[in-house]
C-alpha cells in the first residue's frame, strides 16, 4: 500500500518569506508527527496529532511555526518569516495508534528546505 | 525525562565484518526502543523494535539486538556487513504514552570492501 508521502520534495526559499509543507499520512493511521532533521542537532520532535486530541506542541521552537491536520488526514506545516536556521529536512510520520509508545512510526522521504 | 546517546558518529567495517554500533538510553518509565535506518535522501525505516516481549530482538537485514536494562543498552548487530548496508543508523526510546521518539544523534555505517 501507499506509504507516507510529503510534498515538495525540495524548497527553496529566501529569508523572510513564508512556507508551506504538506504530508499525507498512511491511510487509517490516527497518529501524525512532525519532525525537523539538521546537521548538528539530529532529528527532533516538532509537533504530533493524535485523533482528534489537541496536538502536543511542545516541540516546536518558536511560534513562527504552526501546523493542523485537517479531516484527521492530511497535515501541513507553515513556517512563518522563515529564517536560515530553518534550513533543515523536516519529516513526517505516521502510526496506527498510539499505545504506551510501542506503535511503528512510518516516515516519509521528507522535505529538504533551503532557505537562502 | 528520555534521552539516547549513541557511541561512536561514524564506524567503519570491512564487508563480512562484524557490525556493532551502540545505543545506550535512560528512562525514568519501562523504555520502549527501536532502531531506523536511513539512507541516503530517504526517509527513515524501521530495522526493529523493542516491546518487552523478548530482549533479544530480531529485524530486517540480518540486524538484531539485545535489550540489557541492566546496563540501559540496546546495541544494534549484524554478524557479516554488506555493501548495502552502508546508511544512517538512528536508536530511539519512547515510553510515555502519548509522547514521540527521542532519536540519538545517529551513527553513520561505512563498509568497504
Known amino acids: 500500500g501507499a506509504g507516507v508521502s510529503q510534498s515538495p520534495s525540495n524548497k527553496v526559499t529566501e529569508k523572510g518569506k513564508d512556507v508551506e509543507l504538506r504530508c499525507d499520512p498512511i491511510?487509517?493511521?490516527?497518529?501524525l508527527y512532525w519532525y525537523r532533521q539538521s546537521l548538528g542537532q539530529g532529528l527532533e520532535f516538532l509537533i504530533y496529532?493524535?485523533?482528534?486530541?489537541?496536538?502536543?506542541k511542545s516541540g516546536l521552537p518558536s511560534d513562527r511555526f504552526s501546523a493542523e491536520r485537517t479531516g484527521g488526514s492530511v497535515s501541513t506545516l507553515t513556517i512563518q518569516r522563515t529564517q536560515q536556521e530553518d534550513s533543515a529536512v523536516y519529516l513526517c510520520?505516521?502510526?496506527?495508534?498510539?499505545?504506551?509508545?510501542?506503535?511503528?512510526?512510518?516516515f516519509g522521504p521528507g522535505t529538504r528546505l533551503l532557505v537562502l | 525525562a528520555q534521552s539516547v546517546t549513541q557511541l561512536g558518529s561514524h564506524v567503519s567495517v570491512s564487508e563480512g565484518a562484524l557490525v556493532l554500533l551502540r545505543c545506550n538510553y535512560s528512562?525514568?518509565?519501562?523504555?520502549?526502543l527501536f532502531w531506523y535506518v536511513q539512507y541516503p535522501n530517504q526517509g527513515l525505516q524501521l530495522l526493529l523494535k523493542y516491546t518487552s516481549a523478548a530482549t533479544l530482538v530480531k529485524g530486517i537485514n540480518g540486524f538484531e539486538a539485545e535489550f540489557k536494562k541492566s546496563e540501559t543498552s540496546f546495541h544494534l548487530t549484524k554478524p557479516s556487513a554488506h555493501m548495502s548496508d552502508a546508511a544512517e543508523y538512528f536508536c530511539?526510546?519512547?515510553?510515555?504514552?502519548?509522547?514521540?521518539?527521542?532519536f540519538g544523534k545517529g551513527t553513520t555505517l561505512s563498509v568497504s570492501s
Open positions: 510520520a505516521s502510526s496506527p495508534e498510539l499505545a504506551e509508545g510501542q506503535e511503528t512510526q512510518y
Open positions: 496529532f493524535q485523533g482528534n486530541s489537541a496536538p502536543d
Open positions: 491511510s487509517g493511521h490516527t497518529a
Open positions: 530511539a526510546v519512547s515510553g510515555e504514552a502519548g509522547t514521540a521518539l527521542i
Open positions: 528512562s525514568s518509565v519501562p523504555p520502549y
